[in-house]
Each structure stands twice: as structure tokens, then as C-alpha cells.
């Protein structure tokens, strides 16, 4: 059974650095093929994909976010870490992680944590 | 502004069929496959279709997809009320470097 759970502060003040875990359980970073990202959503708006981190350490980040972004992991601990620098208000949003799969062709996200919400304010 | 577009809205009444359309480009959609997402209010999302039209264990057969050059579309029969959520298409833009994920803007489908 795969799952996935996000952790991390509720409030962030403007210009910290706000830093997000995923704790996942019922596969593993290890295995080749492996990936898991990470999305945010705005309180009333869409989607948004954040960064991906691959088995073998391979990372990708979103072009307009990826200054400000970095994405590691911790295999044996089944973890994946998201950092984001110098918060904004816009960034206040629910931040899920989501395990990436990529099968003949096409990339897809199978599962989803519950998300976190984190709002940015003074 | 997403790279996807869909409708802000559907809605249609218990029974009956909706569709919801995602539009892209010659470097999206039309390169890779699509797939599709339920959000129910207050929930995470939910896989729903992937490779544009397959769907995973426990997805019923009320829900289809299909793609067709730079657009899919998202097709649910004999609505119930249960189906009220937000509904997200996404790909994968492998036209960049850094092989970003990419979503549609949502539709909200509303059953009366």
C-alpha cells in the first residue's frame, strides 16, 4: 500500500525559507523508475508543479520557480525535502507530494499525499 | 494563466453525460500522453485517467478519455452526485530541459 504524508510549518513569515518533508511508505527511492514530486495549489486555484526528484538523484524544477526551489532525498529514511527560499504571500498554498510514474511514454502521478497548507504571512 | 486550458465549468443533471475538454499545443499534449485528476472539495487530487485514456484499478468504466492532436477530453456517463469535484487534465512538457509537469486550470462540474 502506497503512501504518502507532507509535513512541515503552517505559518511562514516573509522572506524565510519554508522547508517541506514527504514521508512515504510502500515503495522506495531506490528502485529504478522511482520518482516523486511535488505540486502546490493556491487556496481556490489550479495545480501547480513544483520540482521532481528521480532514483538516481536526477532533480527538475518548475522554470519560474526553480531559483528559489531545491529537491533532495533520503532513501533510507524514505523522505523527500523540499526547500523553498525567500517566501511570499503568494506562495501561500497547499503543497502536495505526489509519486511520479512513468510508464511507455507517459508520465503520471498515481499518488497523492493529503497536502499541507502553508500560509505566508508577518 | 495555465499552458492548458479548460472549461471554468460544467454541469450537468444526475444520469446524464458531461464532457470536459483540454486544449494544448504541438509541444504538449500532442507530444506526450494526457492524464486526468479528481479533486473533491477539501480532498487531494485523485488519479482518474493516464495515458490518455487508461484507467487505473477501482476507476470505474462511467469514466473515459480519449485524445486527438493538441486536446483531450474527459468523458463521465451517468453522473451522480458524488462526481461533484474539480477535475484537472495534465501532461508533461518535454520540449524543456528541466521536464516540467504541466496542468490544466481545473473545471468545476457541478451535478444538479
Known amino acids: 500500500q502506497v503512501t504518502l504524508k507532507e509535513s512541515g510549518p503552517a505559518l511562514v513569515k516573509p522572506t524565510q525559507t519554508l522547508t517541506l518533508t514527504c514521508t512515504f511508505s510502500?515503495?522506495?527511492?531506490?528502485?529504478?523508475?522511482?520518482?516523486v514530486s511535488w505540486i502546490r495549489q493556491p487556496p481556490g486555484k489550479a495545480l501547480e508543479w513544483l520540482a521532481r526528484i528521480d532514483w538516481d538523484d536526477d532533480t527538475f524544477y518548475s522554470t519560474s520557480l526553480r531559483t528559489r526551489l531545491n529537491i533532495s532525498k533520503d532513501s533510507s529514511k524514505n523522505q523527500v525535502v523540499l526547500t523553498m527560499t525567500n517566501v511570499d504571500p503568494e506562495d501561500t498554498a497547499t503543497y502536495y507530494c505526489?509519486?511520479?510514474?512513468?510508464?511507455?511514454?507517459?508520465?503520471?502521478?498515481?499518488?497523492w499525499g493529503q497536502g499541507t497548507l502553508v500560509t505566508v504571512s508577518s | 494563466q495555465s499552458v492548458l486550458t479548460q472549461p471554468p465549468s460544467v454541469s450537468a443533471a444526475p444520469g446524464q453525460k458531461v464532457s470536459i475538454s483540454c486544449s494544448g499545443s504541438s509541444s504538449t499534449i500532442e507530444k506526450t500522453s494526457v492524464s486526468w485528476y479528481q479533486q473533491v472539495p477539501g480532498m487531494a487530487p485523485k488519479l482518474l485517467i493516464y495515458?490518455?485514456?487508461k484507467r487505473p484499478p477501482g476507476i470505474p468504466d462511467r469514466f473515459s478519455a480519449s485524445k486527438s492532436g493538441t486536446s483531450a477530453t474527459l468523458g463521465i456517463t451517468g453522473l451522480q452526485t458524488g462526481d461533484e469535484a474539480d477535475y484537472y487534465c495534465g501532461t508533461w512538457n518535454t520540449t524543456l530541459s528541466t521536464g516540467g509537469g504541466l496542468f490544466g486550470g481545473g473545471t468545476k462540474l457541478t451535478v444538479l
Open positions: 495515458d490518455n485514456n
Open positions: 505526489a509519486r511520479l510514474r512513468y510508464i511507455r511514454g507517459a508520465y503520471f502521478f498515481d499518488y
Open positions: 510502500g515503495f522506495s527511492l531506490r528502485i529504478t523508475g522511482m520518482r
